[in-house]
Each structure stands twice: as structure tokens, then as C-alpha cells.
């Protein structure tokens, strides 16, 4: 075997640069293997150095520590109301091995110099529901300056976006103009921005100080990352995976992995001909925020290898805006404030706006099969403009280009504002008429708006009764086109609690591991809480780099 292969050894290959990817190659490299880390673009980082940069931790210690009560039974408890015990794409073997390893992964990062905070309130999605959490499971990293990567920071992945805030401050940030913590974090936020311009810093929160922590831990290690090297296929000698094959510019690589190999590199969100295979339809791959080189090769890699795929069908979903000469906008904060609704061509409400975002956008696709709602139409009264920012634009700053383009509809009457967008007149103007009783009342008949506690997360707590409901009737009326973007699909292999990749039957394919959104998603077709996808993957990258340890 050893002729067929470079000269180069490592113990255990590692493809993309993820959450995971990078949790699994400084787990082995400090278990004394040598991983070697592939990513096929010229940046390190994957999608989640563009994310919120959030992991849901489940009964994580930070938890423990600030008296945050939490159990192995009430998380367990609150994953299995989303999947089947019978199902593999999440087993109850794979469950409880995420909950059980979830303090094992932090305490190790801990250990190798990563810094963690808690976000405090920052509930599950579902909180209602069995086992639901209210005071939040969800941790992130500490802000970071990518300086401190060096010449390695030309080649990180760095958000167009990042800014020196964590994606916890966002809900207040979003309340600059309503509340006094929001005046006040609007503060800070132009305190370190300043700051920043003084010292030659470049300080980032979210997915950038997670993922440039990650790869400051990599380097100090001395793991090996190759970019610009893409798999394009896996070696395989009697049914086992023995190395890779890997393209670096012209060259041609066979790299044998006796230890194994882990597929951590994401989904298909940039691969159109992927989705319009699998999911839903009207697909894009443009409306998407995965990294560009999210283009689904080593899912189907693995699949000729044997693996068994499932929820192909399932993105991220994220409704989003695209204004003009910008990139996709995920929508979340915005479309939950009050004083806004979010419509279809008929102008009826199909959603709760408030809900976890992944909903909303199979709503939509699931609407548009009957009635046009891609795009919906986030419809506002004039005061959400006034009280609350959208992307980038602060409050009562609304960019020229925005509305000259004709892409913000504009109009003194929800009439003309309907027109204007092609929607129904009269159906909006029922739906308003209705929603308007609703925040009058506090209570949302239709979608129960508000009624648990991630609902109200992003509202606005100036408004009574219900903080997620404001009128829609004051104008000028303003409307905005939203699509079922995402922020990466999560279809792929199965798993079981090993990170080995599954047959359909069940049985393992050895020395073959993946993770991240490579894997068809832990919870099902269900984004539980913020964070879900970056923590899952962490910590089946933990697992797979401790299984080829041992």
C-alpha cells in the first residue's frame, strides 16, 4: 500500500474547516496523532466563520456554573420531540452521545485555550415544549482579534459583516432606539469601533472569534491545514476507508488515513443542480449565506462509498432579504419586531413571524404550493422603520438606493402598497384589520405570535400588551421582498453516537466518520435552538477524533 500513497503520513485526515473540522484536528492533535486538515477553498474557517457563531450546548458546565438549571433528562427529553427512535437519522444512541459529550468537548476546548461565555436568556426555539429550556442552553466564543492569526489571516474566512460584538448583544443592539440597554450597547458597539481604529485591531464576535480561536488553538498545536485541496474521492480496501484523494492545484494526492477519515464538509447550499434534486422548488443556490465552497462533493462521495443520506430535502431555512447590490440578509431580528407582518400574495399571514426561523421558511415553501409566498412580504408599519434597524441601517435610516430601486415598496395606503407588490388589496387589508385587533388584545388567535419565550426574545418591550404585536396603521407603509434563504442545508449521511457513517442498514462503513452539516441534521427537520447546527457538529467532530484516538 505504502507505493500507492504520498510520502506524506498522517495518522487521521480531516476534510473542511468547520466547527467541526477544526474541534476534530486539535482533539487528535493533542491526543498525540497527526490529523491533517483539508479545506478546498483558499480560506479557513467554513460557514460557521460567517454565522452567529453559537453553539446549543445542552447542560453545558457555563450553565452549571451561573446556577442555570438544566439535566441530561429534560435535554434528552425536550431532542426527542422532534425525531424518531426508529429513524437513522438521530437515534437515541446518537442523542444521548451529544448530551453526555457535550461538557466532555467544552472542558477539552477550555483546556486548549478556547473562551466560552453563556448567553444569558437566549431560550430554545421550542421552550414550551418537554424539556424546553427558557433561560437558554446556547454558549459563544469570546470576541477575538484576528490580528493574532498573523499571516494566517489573510487566509481566515472573515465575515464581510463582522463586527466587535457577540451575537448575544444583537438583541439589544436591535433596541438602540427603544430601550436604554439598547442606547446603551449602541454605545459600547461605537466605543470598540473607535477603539479598534486607535490600536490596529481587528476585533470580531460570532462566527469569527469562534472559528479564529479555533484555528489560533490549530496553529499553536501545529496541525497541518491544507487549502486550496479538494477531495475528490475516498480510497477504500475491503470495504473499509483506508485514505483520500485529494487535487491541490494540478497535483493528484493519494494520502493513506490508517486512522480514519472525517467528512466535516457541510452541505450542498451552493450546488444548484443538488437542489433542485432534492428540496424544494423554486431552489436557489444564491439566496444561500453557506460559504462558497459549500458545493456537496463529499456528501456524494460518500454516498458511492456506501453511506445511507437522509432529510435532503431540509436547509437551515432562513427567510431573506437581498437588496440591491448587497449580499443575502437573514431576516430573524427584523421580521419579528412589532408593527410588521409577513404576508403572501394573497395577503394573509401564514407563520408565526416569531417562530424559529427554519419554520417559517418551510411554511413558506409549504404555502407557495397553493399560493405565491416566494417571495413573502414583510409589511411594516412606519414606525418599525422609525424604531428598529434593518441589516446595517440604523433606525429612521433608510438607504436612497433601497427605496429608488423599487426594491422597499413605499405608499400612503396599504392599497397602493399592495399594488405596488402584487399583492391581494383586499386580502391584506382583512389581514392588517385582523392582526391590528390582535395587538389590541395581545393575543394572536391566528399563530399564537408571542406566546412562548423565544418569541419574545427580539421583541420589543415598550410594546403592551404583547411585545411581539404593534399595529400595522400608521403609514407611509413600507414592504420588503423576503425568500426561504438559509444558512446551509443539512441533509447528508447518517451517523450513529461514533460519528461513523451509516449504510441504509444500518451497519457502520469503517474508518469512515463525518459531522456537521454533512450529516442529516441531530434533531430532524427542526432547528431547536440557536446554535444547533455549529454545536452538533463540535461535538461529533469531538467524538470522531476521540474514537480514532483510542
Excluded at 460557521?48 to 450553565?63: D, E, Q
Excluded at 489560533?216 to 484523494?245: H, N, S, Y
Excluded at 411594516?380 to 438607504?399: E, G, I, S
Excluded at 389581514?431 to 391590528?436: A, L, P
Amino acid at each position: 500500500m505504502s507505493e500507492a500513497f504520498s510520502e506524506t503520513q498522517f495518522d487521521f485526515v480531516i476534510v473542511g474547516s468547520g466547527a467541526g473540522a477544526l474541534v476534530a484536528g486539535v482533539t487528535a492533535k493533542a491526543a498525540g496523532l497527526r490529523p491533517l486538515v483539508v479545506e478546498k477553498t483558499e480560506l479557513v474557517g467554513g460557514s460557521t466563520a460567517l454565522s452567529g457563531g453559537i453553539l446549543w450546548m445542552p447542560n453545558n458546565p457555563l450553565m452549571r456554573q451561573e446556577g442555570v438549571a438544566d439535566s441530561r433528562e429534560a435535554s434528552l427529553t425536550y431532542l426527542a420531540n422532534f425525531t424518531r427512535d426508529d429513524d437513522l437519522v438521530s437515534t437515541p444512541a446518537r442523542r444521548e452521545a451529544f448530551v453526555d459529550t457535550v461538557p466532555k468537548m467544552i472542558e477539552a476546548m477550555q483546556a486548549l485555550g478556547m473562551e466560552y461565555r453563556r448567553c444569558p436568556g437566549y431560550c430554545d426555539y421550542y421552550d414550551h415544549l418537554p424539556g424546553g429550556n427558557a433561560e437558554g442552553r446556547s454558549i459563544q466564543a469570546e470576541l477575538f482579534d484576528l490580528t493574532e492569526l498573523g499571516p494566517w489571516k489573510a487566509r481566515f474566512r472573515r465575515s464581510p459583516n463582522a463586527m466587535p460584538v457577540r451575537t448575544s448583544e444583537a438583541q439589544q443592539l436591535m433596541l438602540m432606539a427603544r430601550t436604554a440597554k439598547g442606547a446603551a450597547m449602541a454605545a459600547k458597539l461605537a466605543s470598540r469601533l473607535a477603539a479598534q481604529k486607535l490600536n490596529g485591531k481587528d476585533v470580531v464576535g460570532s462566527g469569527g472569534a469562534l472559528q479564529g480561536r479555533m484555528l489560533q488553538i490549530a496553529l499553536r498545536l501545529g496541525v497541518d491545514i491544507w487549502t486550496e485541496t479538494a477531495l475528490q474521492d475516498l480510497i477504500m480496501k475491503d470495504g473499509a476507508v483506508v485514505g483520500v484523494e485529494l487535487r491541490r492545484g494540478a497535483e493528484t494526492l493519494r494520502v493513506a488515513a490508517p486512522r480514519g477519515v472525517l467528512i466535516a464538509a457541510g452541505g450542498f447550499a451552493r450546488n444548484l443542480a443538488m437542489r433542485e434534486k432534492y428540496q424544494p422548488h423554486p431552489a436557489s443556490d444564491v439566496w444561500t449565506k453557506a460559504n462558497p465552497g459549500d458545493t456537496g462533493e463529499a456528501i456524494q462521495i460518500m454516498e458511492r462509498a456506501g453511506a445511507g443520506l437522509g432529510l435532503m430535502e431540509e436547509a437551515w431555512w432562513i427567510l431573506t432579504s437581498i437588496a440591491p447590490g448587497e449580499d443575502p440578509h437573514h431576516a430573524v431580528l427584523e421580521m419579528c419586531k412589532p408593527f410588521s407582518i409577513v404576508v403572501d400574495a394573497a395577503g394573509q399571514r401564514f407563520a408565526n413571524e416569531s417562530a424559529s426561523y427554519m419554520e417559517i421558511g418551510q411554511k413558506a415553501y409549504e404555502r407557495n404550493k397553493t399560493v405565491s409566498a416566494v417571495p413573502a412580504w414583510c409589511v411594516m408599519d412606519a414606525r418599525a422603520r422609525k424604531y428598529y434597524p434593518w441589516r446595517n441601517a440604523p433606525p429612521a435610516m433608510t438607504p436612497a438606493a433601497w427605496t429608488s430601486s423599487g426594491w422597499m415598496k413605499s405608499a400612503n395606503s396599504l392599497g397602493d402598497l399592495a399594488k405596488a407588490c402584487g399583492i391581494d388589496p383586499q386580502g391584506l387589508q382583512a389581514t392588517v384589520s385582523r392582526f391590528n385587533e390582535f395587538c389590541r388584545t395581545g393575543k394572536d388567535l391566528d399563530f399564537q405570535r408571542g406566546d412562548n419565550a423565544y418569541n419574545r426574545y427580539y421583541a420589543d418591550p415598550t410594546v403592551k400588551p404583547n411585545p411581539t404585536l404593534g399595529p400595522i396603521e400608521q403609514g407611509p407603509f413600507l414592504a420588503i421582498p423576503l425568500y426561504p434563504g438559509d444558512a446551509g442545508t443539512c441533509g447528508g449521511a447518517f451517523i450513529n453516537e461514533r460519528a461513523q457513517v451509516l449504510r441504509n442498514d444500518g451497519s457502520a462503513i469503517p474508518g469512515l466518520y463525518a459531522a456537521g452539516n454533512s450529516t442529516a441534521s441531530l434533531s430532524g427537520p427542526y432547528y431547536v435552538g440557536a446554535g444547533l447546527s455549529i454545536g452538533a457538529s463540535s461535538v461529533f467532530g469531538y467524538i470522531a477524533a476521540t474514537q480514532i484516538a483510542r
